[in-house]
């Protein structure tokens, strides 16, 4: 479902020979986004991250767009914004490319966002440049995470380092609960299952002596003692198990999105075992030497 918010549709890496808007702009219709070319209302920028073409202009389109819509945030409170980039810098350590959506950020205020949370140091703009204030709609780095945060987590400023401590430690209890409820359910369908599986396995057993229910179970269940356990699972399917390792969130994100549409799980299985952002660490070729894994 659209959300009743305002669009501008923004097409990158259309410097490429092989780009063409158009499609994506039909594309887009099966998603209710009709374009200004297609008789809608939603404005649409051909832009080049890469070579800087048309930046200007989608954000000339924004500030006409915010002025026509009288949109405006609030300066005051307790800072809000999300995160747009986060990675690991050798000199400066966990670092997150974020956009204030409320208040105003300075040095030294206590952030959460996710299950990290930050004490600010430092701040740069777009340039490198660094900064005393960030305020609503301005891109700001953020140095002094303790931990990285994943994109687009939400960012909420607290009163003390304290609070930012007690914020976690309930996220992080919050996330236990619900895999321990999915846990729970998972071995519920799987004793369901071998419940059923023990039943209809005696119904015909129902009018036969203890002799001949031992005889009869005996030879359904002979062509399991050829292997080993071990050997029996080893030879059911093909795994590769898989380490993912990137420079920022993002581009583990997308790999790991584009390991969502692998469909070749009858030839292949894929397991990854871990995926983080930074170098690769002496854990993780352990880890891939343990498991005979690969890593990308």
């Known amino acids: 479902m659209l959300l009743s918010v305002p669009i501008i549709v923004a097409i990158n890496k259309c410097d ?9 702009k039909k594309e887009l219709l ?41 949109l405006k945030a609030d300066f005051t409170g307790l800072v809000e914004g999300v995160v747009i980039e986060s990675r690991t810098d050798k000199g400066k350590g966990p670092v997150t490319t974020a956009i204030i959506q ?24 777009e340039n490198g440049t660094a900064m005393e204030t960030a305020s609503p709609g301005m891109p700001v780095e953020i140095v002094g995470w303790k931990e990285v945060p994943s994109a687009g987590e939400d960012i909420l400023e607290v009163e003390s380092e304290q609070r930012a401590h007690e914020v976690i430690d309930w996220r992080v209890y919050a996330e236990q609960q619900e895999k321990l409820n999915k846990d729970v359910e998972v071995i519920e369908a799987k004793q369901k299952e071998h419940k059923d599986a023990y039943k209809k396995e005696r119904e015909g057993l129902t009018n036969m002596t203890w002799k001949e229910r031992q005889r009869t179970l005996f030879k359904a269940k002979r062509h399991l003692m050829y292997f080993r356990p071990k050997e029996r699972v080893e030879s059911d399917k093909n795994k590769l198990p898989i380490i993912i390792k990137g420079d920022v969130d ?44 690969s890593g990308c």
């Open 30 to 70: 099966a998603h209710d986004v009709v374009c200004e070319d297609y008789g809608g209302d939603v404005q649409t920028i051909n832009v080049s991250a890469l070579k800087g073409d048309n930046l200007m202009a989608l954000a000339e389109a924004t500030v006409a767009l915010a002025e026509v819509l009288e």
């Open 102 to 125: 409320r208040g105003t950020l300075r040095k030294g205020c206590i952030l959460v966002a996710g299950k990290s949370w930050a004490k600010v140091r430092l701040m740069f703009d």
């Open 16 to 24: 490429k020979p092989e780009a063409d808007p158009d499609r994506v």
């Open 250 to 293: 993002g581009s583990v994100e997308a790999i790991l999105d584009i390991l969502d549409t692998y469909d070749a799980n009858e030839e292949c299985e894929l397991d990854v075992l871990h995926f983080g952002i930074g170098d690769i660490s002496e854990n993780d070729l352990t880890l891939a030497e343990t498991f005979k894994g």
